[in-house]
């Protein structure tokens, strides 16, 4: 059975629980299900939140995930994938993205998810603005996500 793959670049809200549930559903090859939600918090560094405002390159955005979804599903034997991530204005307590992943096995679920998850971070082309009561920030990579992100380097890619 081919794996179920689904990349969506949305302005409305998703359900986690139902997204997740579809990569096993009518399947008896999946053992494991592994998701991660992010979630818009309401304070950073102690000031509050008013909200995110996330925007993307329509089409550049899908493309590039679905390329990083097939390198997941290339590297791990996975049963499914599914990335979900969300733009325009968002505040404390909604769900900003998810990533599940399905495969036979747990390892290559937590690791496919966790590549993703790094991808997401650190490359995937959106751009985010935090409202606050002392202005809007733009937020600016972390040397810290991209240490991360270079876990998944292979060597012959580090020398291109």
Known sequence: MSPTI???VQREPFD???????LSRGRTDVGAVVTFTGICRGDENGEAIAALNLEHYPGMAETEIESHVAEAARRWPLT?????????????GE???MVATASSHRAAAFAAADFLMDYL????PFWKQVEKASGPTWVEAKAEDDSAAARWVKPHQAAE
């Open 121 to 124: 971070k650190t490359r995937a």
């Open 16 to 22: 986690v629980s139902a997204e997740a549930a579809a």
């Open 95 to 97: 769900d900003i993205m």
């Open 6 to 8: 689904a990349v969506k």
């Open 80 to 92: 499914g994938a599914v990335v979900i991530h969300r733009f325009g204005r968002i505040v404390p």
